[in-house]
């Protein structure tokens, strides 16, 4: 099985002044862009806040070249890739994710709007409407204030303190002042000696460097502009400060006149702060009950500035818990140039690495940043702790946390598949152990499925419990806290797993690196079935989510109706019934998964568990959202589990996503959470449609979405031939498994699975996409449009009419 290998990238500084980093992986199925302008909302003339975060939205309206509806973001998600752009303090950054087939027409979209953005006044009005929509919902989101209020403070003159979002107030469209200003402000900065342009994916240095001269090309030549160095942080001589509230305590400091590589210092150091696992900070802490949660980050870093943030969840009094963290900084000031925890720092952030996909690397590239604590991050480290006040005379308590026994990658056995005093010529012969361990893999309710090529590092694995009856929300929050520092441990070796609650059932899921799997499958099983001994009676404190997410974390509990509730751990895993699908994994890795396999709680699954179907239903169902703005979510199932249907659904939902959103969002202005999808949940395939707004009640949604479907055969209808040929090939083209990411293609997998299809479903379905024509995509949204897959509303509040079925 071949190591991912992800070397430095390529660095250089192109003829014109462009910077460019350039990554080789192979092993990547995608294409990624991250393009880092040295500007930000700090840069920004101190009569206009939020310009900078206007211009970053208005550059996505389109240009002469590429109007709206053939930008970047609708070729983006015509080609099923991912794109976002962000503004920072000091920072606008603007990336994207797609296959190496459209990756340079991406790119060539990139650089036209950065360079030629048309400004156009009717499109500035709609979108600063937009905006203010965002700062209305942000000034009313407790989770944002809070964050905000952290930097109460600092000097009241720092640009932290200042408003930076941008409002109808602030942005003042139909002054010549402010539109000169735009325009200033877009030719400073937005030119090649103030870019960093990352390109990662399969092909050579040479191709990438190539596709970055190009874009380079067309991008405004210009030299570095020197930003404005900020003002000190504090008014005074201090440099810390705390927020004390209810069970929660903020702990601030704040940094000058930092030496280099102080940003990689920083994140070294809230890592080790931040390890839940036994012998660590917080570990010693709920020991002694003087805290139930820490979590450490820089909130700013720039220059020579830094705002360190700890947030301690506690009853403590502060000078206590203040007390103690000085005193475990003492004791880890003194741990000799961290050499073991370097080693093992350095082995996590590779192992992360190897388990990126291209965004990722492309983002890691534009910040720059050491794979671990380099010399001189130590010195910088040093200097930060003296800073921090870190005490000499600490008590001997403190010990380091153990190290994550995931890292610790065993070299394969020779011969793989041998046994001892066997030689290949013995390779056919089994040893009766072997075929036991043989049979009860084959017995077992866990599928091998062999979709996906088992010589590469990365695998997935699925486990689906089915149980008489629904966790208890209490029980599931207190089996995902018992999880937590074996998912961190799990997470710094390549894989990523999850234990979640659905109605009455329980999945885990893994992916990443396949290695260490069995080992964490083994011990995620044994923390899952331990006894439920001290588990926590409170209930669980809900983190604050907008009304739109609200609604999509509760719709797949939805989808599968209602069940009683139980709290009883034992009970629940003595009725349950299990199966699981394993894809990516080579015969190795399978015989490791042996002894977790025979631990697995509950009894084999044998019964068919087909998606229950809402066919020529409406069901509406209000959740209380606790908001004053409104949300809906429309979920239109497909009338039949036939795969042809499925096709179907996903050619309608690729034709829809960009008109959807450019009716919506940008003509009516309805809000700016605003999208369609096709989604599956439990094998259900459907399409989902989701917005969310400040002015209009959800039956008003609901109104402008069947709208919208009304004229969806109209639309199709007009679709030149071309066009629509075009359109099939670029959706077939997602899920050719040459370049469909392994992550995505295990769930995939997993919920055909459950959707009653073959082994070669991977190849079926673009296949089944290419032989929908005009006609059958017409005949599609008909019975969309009539609802006979069923329709299921979830909304924010309001009522429905007599058509709709009110369901809790």
């Known amino acids: 099985m071949p190591a991912l290998n992800h070397p430095r990238p390529h660095t250089e500084t192109l003829a014109n002044g462009l910077r460019v980093?350039?990554?080789?992986?192979?092993?990547?199925?995608?294409?990624?862009?991250?393009?880092?302008?040295?500007?930000?909302?700090?840069?920004?003339?101190?009569?206009?806040?939020?310009?900078?975060?206007?211009?970053?939205?208005?550059?996505?309206?389109?240009?002469?070249?590429?109007?709206?509806?053939?930008?970047?973001?609708?070729?983006?998600?015509?080609?099923?890739?991912?794109?976002?752009?962000?503004?920072?303090?000091?920072?606008?950054?603007?990336?994207?994710?797609?296959t190496p087939q459209s990756f340079s027409g991406g790119l060539e979209r990139l650089s036209d709007m950065l360079a030629h953005p048309r400004m156009n006044p009717d499109d500035q009005q709609r979108e600063r409407e937009v905006l203010h929509a965002e700062f209305v919902a942000w000034s009313q989101d407790a989770t944002a204030q809070q964050q905000l209020a952290l930097f109460d403070g600092l000097s009241p003159t720092h640009p932290l303190r200042g408003f930076h979002a941008g409002n109808r107030d602030s942005l003042p469209i139909s002054q010549a002042e402010f539109?000169?200003?735009?325009?200033?402000?877009?030719?400073?900065?937005?030119?090649?000696?103030?870019?960093?342009?990352?390109?990662?994916?399969?092909?050579?240095?040479?191709?990438?460097?190539?596709?970055?001269?190009?874009?380079?090309?067309?991008?405004?030549?210009?030299?570095?502009?020197?930003?404005?160095?900020?003002?000190?942080l504090m008014e005074s001589s201090d440099a810390s400060y705390q927020q004390v509230s209810e069970r929660r305590l903020d702990l601030l400091f704040t940094f000058e006149s930092l030496p280099r590589s102080s940003s990689e210092a920083l994140a070294f150091l809230c890592h080790w702060m931040n390890a839940a696992k036994p012998g660590g900070l917080l570990a010693e802490l709920r020991a002694r009950g003087l805290a139930e949660r820490l979590n450490a980050e820089p909130l700013y870093q720039y220059s020579e500035q830094a705002v360190l943030h700890i947030e301690c969840t506690t009853t403590a009094p502060a000078s206590v818990l203040r007390e103690k963290l000085r005193d475990w900084l003492g004791f880890f000031a003194a741990q000799q140039d961290w050499a073991n925890l370097r080693d093992e720092y350095t082995a996590l952030l590779q192992r992360q690495q190897q388990v990126s996909g291209a965004l990722q690397l492309a983002r890691l590239d534009s910040e720059q940043l050491e794979t671990g604590l380099s010399e001189q991050g130590v010195v910088a480290l040093t200097d930060i702790l003296k800073k921090i006040g870190a005490v000499d005379n600490f008590s001997s308590e403190w010990q380091l946390p153990a190290p994550n026994p995931f890292l610790r990658a065993e070299a394969p056995p020779q011969n793989a598949g041998l046994i001892r005093g066997q030689t290949s010529k013995h390779r056919g012969l089994r040893t009766f152990a072997q075929d036991r361990s043989r049979n009860r893999r084959e017995n077992s309710p866990m599928q091998f499925s062999q979709a996906l090529p088992d010589n590469t590092a990365e695998g997935a694995i699925y486990l689906r419990w089915r149980l008489e009856a629904r966790p208890h929300p209490r029980l599931q929050q207190n089996l995902e806290n018992h999880l937590q520092p074996l998912r961190e441990d799990a997470r710094q070796a390549g894989v990523d797993f999850s234990f979640s609650a659905s109605g009455n059932e329980w999945l885990l899921k893994m992916t990443g690196l396949q290695e260490p799997m069995p080992a964490v499958l083994e011990h995620a099983l044994n923390e899952l079935t331990k006894p439920a001994n001290g588990f926590s009676q409170e209930e669980p404190k809900s983190t604050a989510l907008i009304p739109i997410r609200q609604l999509l974390k509760a719709l797949p509990d939805h989808c599968l109706g209602h069940a009683a509730v139980s709290d009883d751990l034992q009970q629940l895993w003595s009725s349950a019934r299990w199966e699981g699908l394993a894809t990516g994994l080579s015969t190795q890795t399978q015989a490791a998964m042996g002894l977790a396999l025979s631990r697995v709680p509950g009894a084999a699954d044998t019964q068919p568990s087909l998606p229950s179907s809402i066919n020529s239903q409406r069901l509406w169902t209000t959740l209380d959202t606790e908001s004053s703005e409104h949300a809906l979510l429309l979920f239109c199932p497909t009338a039949t589990q036939d795969i042809c249907d499925e096709a179907s659904w996903r050619l309608l939902a690729h034709v829809c996503q960009t008109p959807f959103y450019q009716r919506l969002r940008v003509e009516l202005q309805l809000g700016y959470a605003v999208f369609s999808s096709l989604r599956q949940f439990h094998g259900q395939t459907g399409m989902l449609?989701?917005?969310?707004?400040?002015?209009?009640?959800?039956?008003?949604?609901?109104?402008?979405?069947?709208?919208?479907?009304?004229?969806?055969?109209?639309?199709?209808?007009?679709?030149?031939?071309?066009?629509?040929?075009?359109?099939?090939?670029?959706?077939?083209?997602?899920?050719?498994?040459?370049?469909?990411?392994?992550?995505?293609?295990?769930?995939?997998l997993w919920q055909g699975k459950f959707a009653g299809?073959?082994?070669?479903?991977?190849?079926?379905?673009?296949?089944?996409?290419?032989?929908?024509?005009?006609?059958?995509?017409?005949?599609?949204?008909?019975?969309?449009?009539?609802?006979e897959g069923g329709w299921r509303c979830l909304v924010s509040g309001s009522g429905p009419d007599a058509l709709w079925q009110v369901t809790e």
């Not at 960093?196 to 210009?222: C, N, R, V, W, Y």
């Open 21 to 98: 980093t350039l990554r080789h992986a192979p092993n990547l199925k995608r294409c990624a862009a991250a393009l880092r302008v040295a500007a930000g909302s700090h840069d920004v003339p101190l009569a206009w806040p939020g310009l900078a975060h206007f211009l970053e939205h208005l550059l996505f309206l389109g240009t002469e070249r590429f109007p709206a509806g053939q930008g970047l973001m609708a070729y983006v998600q015509g080609h099923g890739g991912q794109v976002n752009a962000r503004t920072s303090e000091r920072t606008t950054d603007f990336f994207f994710e797609l």
């Open 179 to 232: 539109q000169q200003a735009l325009r200033d402000f877009h030719q400073r900065f937005y030119q090649t000696g103030q870019m960093t342009l990352s390109l990662t994916g399969p092909q050579s240095i040479e191709e990438l460097k190539q596709m970055a001269l190009s874009f380079g090309a067309a991008i405004p030549t210009g030299e570095n502009v020197p930003q404005q160095a900020p003002i000190p």
């Open 689 to 748: 449609f989701g917005v969310q707004s400040p002015g209009t009640a959800p039956l008003g949604l609901l109104e402008h979405v069947e709208r919208f479907l009304s004229e969806l055969p109209g639309m199709i209808e007009v679709i030149d031939e071309a066009t629509f040929i075009a359109q099939r090939q670029a959706l077939a083209d997602q899920f050719d498994r040459a370049s469909l990411p392994a992550t995505q293609a295990a769930e995939l």
């Open 757 to 787: 299809r073959s082994s070669d479903y991977l190849t079926q379905l673009p296949l089944s996409i290419l032989a929908i024509d005009r006609p059958a995509l017409l005949a599609a949204a008909h019975r969309l449009n009539n609802a």
